[in-house]
T-cell receptor, first 114, second 113 residues
Framework: DQQVKQNSPSLSVQEGRISILNCDYT??????FLWYKKYPAEGPTFLIS?????DKNEDGRFTVFLNKSAKHLSLHIVPSQPGDSAVYFC?????????????FGKGTKLSVIP | DTAVSQTPKYLVTQMGNDKSIKCEQN?????MYWYKQDSKKFLKIMFS???????INETVPNRFSPKSPDKAHLNLHINSLELGDSAVYFC????????????FGQGTRLTVV
């Protein structure tokens, strides 16, 4: 039962171009969404987030778009740089008893080609 | 100065053994987590402790037992290891149980042979 889906396991983009990573979710109770970036042999690191009351959040080269009606979000990286090559995880927040809880997608491996 | 550190980084052991993974955070966070990333690459929460108290306990075999001696440490002990336990285990922390911007350790790759 995948509540957060990243259907593209990998993506290759030329340096300087736009990278678009997609994420779909099924649980309408999710109210906050995050993107994490992971380099090999390291733990995930927080990249950017968006609340369900917004449709866009921008931080430098990174922009996350949220389409609630479609239960879809995307991460745009412009311009893409070789250092952006990593696995990107989409995560959604739900409420549990006494805490928030994150549900992660399987990740998309981004390769930025110099 | 690593924020969330876990040891060991790699662990190879035989079926039936008991092993522990240690985690420490120096961020002053109240809440710590164990996640498992299996062969299908899903990152799934296993446990969460808030100020040494268990607050999330997902459907995990009771061979897995977390222990939090203080809020800066969360260890994971696994009894009678099975082949299916092979995975990467990540420790993480958040400022409070109501924060979601988690800081992760580098992971422990457990291989059961």
């Amino acid at each position: 039962d995948q509540q957060v889906k990243q259907n593209s396991p990998s993506l290759s983009v030329q340096e300087g171009r736009i990278s678009i990573l997609n994420c779909d979710y099924t649980n309408s109770m999710f109210d906050y969404f995050l993107w994490y970036k992971k380099y090999p042999a390291e733990g995930p690191t927080f990249l950017i987030s968006i609340s369900s009351i917004k449709d866009k959040n921008e931080d430098g080269r990174f922009t996350v778009f949220l389409n609630k009606s479609a239960k879809h979000l995307s991460l745009h990286i412009v311009p893409s740089q070789p250092g952006d090559s990593a696995v990107y995880f989409c995560a959604a927040r739900g409420s549990g008893a006494g805490s928030y809880q994150l549900t992660f997608g399987k990740g998309t491996k981004l390769s930025v080609i110099p | 100065d690593t924020a969330v550190s876990q040891t060991p980084k790699y662990l190879v052991t035989q079926m039936g053994n008991d092993k522990s993974i240690k985690c420490e955070q120096n961020l002053g966070h109240d809440t710590m987590y164990w996640y498992k990333q299996d062969s299908k690459k899903f990152l799934k929460i296993m446990f969460s402790y808030n100020n040494k108290e268990l607050i999330i306990n997902e459907t995990v075999p009771n061979r897995f037992s977390p222990k939090s001696p203080d809020k800066a440490h969360l260890n994971l002990h696994i009894n009678s290891l099975e082949l299916g336990d092979s995975a990467v285990y990540f420790c993480a922390s958040t400022l409070t149980a109501w924060n979601t911007e988690a800081f992760f350790g580098q992971g422990t790759r457990l291989t059961v042979v």
